[in-house]
T-cell receptor, first 107, second 113 residues
Framework: DAKTTQPNSMESNEEEPVHLPCNHS???????IHWYRQLPSQGPEYVIH?????VNNRMASLAIAEDRKSSTLILHRATLRDAAVYYC????????WGLGTSLAVNP | GAGVSQSPSNKVTEKGKDVELRCDPI?????LYWYRQSLGQGLEFLIY????????KSGLPSDRFSAERTGGSVSTLTIQRTQQEDSAVYLC???????????FGDGTRLSIL
């Protein structure tokens, strides 16, 4: 099964770091790991992607395990606008989407 | 700059009617994707266009669904003889090339009465 495994929901407080885990134990050597997020009534928004090395951009950081069977999306300081459903996806073309993690951010 | 644009944003139609959904990708993006999302679910891949190559139609759920991409830009998803189970949000995305991050429109919410 190409789907990834994520917790259904997580909660964080504003201005605290958030670590969103993802398991992809059957990932192949050429599959990238992509993260998207989706706010209510909007299309998904690209967050970050990587293959083997940890990646940073203005939105988040992606930490990939050495065996590539898991990864963690890190939001360094959560804001209320970060409340969304976060999807972790293997590969890119024909993205195979699971149900994602619904992140709630408390003020 | 302009993002991916989809129209209409909402469509309500009667069972059995045909519908056309339109997607304007970001200029210069060679790859275009259609997905649908049912309430509370993740996205389901429908079809993928890459340049002049034959489209990947492996996700289309039945022969009532078809899509075209004219001139490598605008795409139209057509659903014939709509059924109630076709009710969903239909999302379009484009990317610079295969394997690059995808940019999504806000979707068309289709309701079949």
């Amino acid at each position: 099964d190409a789907k990834t495994t994520q917790p259904n929901s997580m909660e964080s407080n504003e201005e605290e770091p958030v670590h969103l885990p993802c398991n992809h134990s059957t990932i192949s050597g050429t599959d990238y790991i992509h993260w998207y997020r989706q706010l209510p009534s909007q299309g998904p928004e690209y967050v970050i992607h990587g293959l083997t090395s940890n990646v940073n951009n203005r939105m988040a950081s992606l930490a990939i395990a050495e065996d590539r069977k898991s990864s963690t999306l890190i939001l360094h300081r959560a804001t209320l606008r970060d409340a969304a459903v976060y999807y972790c996806i293997r590969s890119n073309r024909k993205l195979i989407w699971g149900l994602g993690t619904s992140l709630a951010v408390n003020p | 700059g302009a993002g991916v644009s989809q129209s209409p944003s909402n469509k309500v139609t009667e069972k059995g009617k045909d519908v056309e959904l339109r997607c304007d990708p970001i200029s210069g993006h060679t790859a275009l994707y259609w997905y649908r999302q049912s309430l509370g679910q993740g996205l389901e891949f429908l079809i993928y266009f890459q340049g002049n190559s034959a489209p990947d139609k492996s996700g289309l759920p039945s022969d009532r669904f078809s899509a075209e991409r004219t001139g490598g830009s605008v795409s139209t998803l057509t659903i014939q003889r709509t059924q109630q189970e076709d009710s969903a949000v239909y999302l379009c995305a484009s990317s610079l090339a295969d394997g690059q991050p995808q940019h999504f429109g806000d979707g068309t919410r289709l309701s079949i009465l």
